[in-house]
């Protein structure tokens, strides 16, 4: 028997109304577990409310677990104890999951887990005023290029840390990079200590971390354009990298490239 094209089209959508039953099921029920409870689901954003950075990085800096851990359970503790309408949906966040990222993700000297953190809170948060990505990008910046962990006494003493524990630290240092390998490197050889002595330096640094993340958060949330501002741009050495080296257009021969991160950290260029 033949059938013509509607038939057949009306035939399919009916298996799909009866096959489909389940998978309607499914999709509503993406965000729950078996008993009804509550889960984030995939592409889920969540609502952000300023938060008291220095409160944050008291908390990061008492957390433990490594850096990742302690960035991202500081800032989404807060936001469940915040005035947040999703305040219970990030108390349901198994903030544990960030374990994984300390020295540069269970060793290996990578990404920062300061940074692994902020990507991975910053992804579930609800468009804030359109700059989620440019937060993103300022803190990885600052990370780059600023002298680390802070050390104003007033932070020292904000995050209930002493002048006595310093003494740990000896010296802050600037990273050049978003890897946990140079920023470590660089901080031994300022301070003339080994990756074993890091952990006031890097209890500090993830405080630091949290401290800064939320002032960004804070700011863009107020409306201010994040991307404007100068720690939020690439060097001027990897912008001029970037003139050779496009995501969309490239110099000649040049390769394509896709980061703003610096790069004479590890490329010694052309001309030197």
Known sequence: MKIDRRQALGQIIGLGSAAGLGLVSTSLMAATDENGNYQLALGEKLKYVPLDPMATAKLAYETGGGCMH??????????????????DKFKSIPTALAGYGFAGVTGQGTLCGNLNAIGMLV????????????????????????????????????????????????????????????????????????????????????????????????????????????????????????TCHGSTETMGPAASVKTDMECTTCHTGHFN
């Open 70 to 87: 302690q960035v991202f359970h500081a800032t989404v503790t807060m936001l469940a104890n915040s005035a947040s309408v999703d305040a």
């Open 123 to 242: 992804n579930l948060l609800d468009d804030i005023n359109g700059q989620n990505a440019a937060v993103i990008g300022a803190a990885f910046r600052w990370y780059e290029n600023t002298k680390l962990p802070l050390d104003t006494a007033e932070f020292i003493a904000g995050i209930g840390s002493t002048a006595e524990k310093t003494e740990l630290v000896v010296s802050s240092s600037v990273a050049n990079s978003v890897l946990c390998h140079s920023s470590i490197s660089n901080w031994s050889k300022a301070s003339g200590k080994t990756f074993s002595q890091k952990g006031e330096r890097c209890y500090r640094l993830s405080a630091s971390m949290a401290y800064h993340l939320v002032e960004l958060l804070n700011r863009a949330y107020k409306g201010e354009v994040i991307s404007g501002i100068p720690e939020a741009k690439p060097s001027e050495e990897a912008q001029r990298c970037q």
